[in-house]
């Protein structure tokens, strides 16, 4: 996510970090390269411009360029800067429901852009906070949208209503509302059939669907990847209808930026959510001030602590405590750890929220920054006896050789899980007595 733009902004900031003393020269070339990586990453010219201008403005302050830090302090300006250009200065981003107990999301956008698939995303969301919701097929355009709504429905045990063969798009949303106040649920969810902003007709039923609904959110699923479409998609569905709020998807694969860094300023609607990944739970509240912060390196660390605690079980993790005590940490619970690790996201993903190891990514295998690594890992450890798992001092040549052929793997393979175990052991023996923190970087090597 934003790493072309990240790792350009990053390096750019460093040089400036990197001297003691600033004139307005040095910000003046800083800030030529900052427009360069802006205009590249497809963020909209206006928004640039405000960016650069803004920087410029506080960073040329007599008491900037005398500080001790200057570079630090610039470094500060630009992610207030930025935080403001990504809604900061909007007030709350969150959904907003309404004062009766059923509220309505109306979710509208282009074909193709991932709609179907952000409203069970949405719908899982508000379970996981305890809300309960309803989610409405009201695409009556695409054939297989009903269906593939009923599927992620059934996976995320949320119920999804379907009109009759005789129903309007309007009529089956105002009867799945009904429905969802009949089961009292906190938030109906109406997915509606994506169209072009272009096409008039298809535009009109739209409004016609929002006069009957009257819902608290109109959320327009808006493509990150799309650039400065989106940021024109935006602008004409909000011009229509009237938006609420956006949510923008597959922001995991746009290592460019500029529909996120443009529609804010652009259009004037709060982003709510945004995507980053294909899963049901890759759906991340949007912060402005955590974004800001990610692009420029700098870490997000509040929202890595929300996903653990969402992913690692209390209970699980007093018993490995227990197990690291009494050294009694196996190949399973090692397995068990990466699984949880996995849930919270890509190893990339992980990264960026580290502060300074988001620069560390580029030198590192691609391999290692996705789920292979732990699939292969998953596989050995699944062909291995209980007896192995259990006390891996055991494996001797014959059973990594045989462990290998069961995982499709190769012995050198099995020896380096068995040599990184062996390493995690060590290091969290270590950490339990109160030793080893300068030994943590090891486990990552």
Known sequence: MFEALSEKLNRTFRILGDKGRLTEKDIDAALRDVRMALLEADVNFKVVRNFVASIRDRAVNEDV????????????????????????????????????????ILMVGLNGSGKTTTAAKLAKHLKQSGQQSLMVAADLLRPAAINQLEALGGQINVPVYRGGAKEDTCAVAMTGIKQAEAMNASWAIVDTAGRFQVDDDLMKELEAVKRSVDPEETILVVDAMTGQDAVNVANEFHGRIGLTGLILTKLDGDARGGAALSVVSVTGVPIKFIGIGEKLDALEEFHPDRLASRILGMGDMLTLIEKAEQTFDQEESLNLQKKIRESTFDLDDFLGQLQQLRNMGSLSQIMEMIPGMS???????????DDSHISKIEAIIYSMTTAERRTPGIISGSRRRRIARGSGTRPQDVNQLLNQFRQTQKLMKQMSSGKGIQDMGRIFR
Request: hydrophobic share 35%; aromatic share 0%; no cysteine.
């Open 65 to 104: 360029l005398k500080s001790l830090t200057p570079g630090q302090q610039v470094i500060k300006i630009a992610n207030e800067v930025l935080t403001d250009i990504l809604g900061g200065g909007r007030g709350a981003i969150g959904l907003k429901a309404g004062s009766n107990p059923l509220s309505t």
């Open 359 to 369: 620069s560390m990514k580029g030198r590192i295998p691609t391999e290692d920054l």
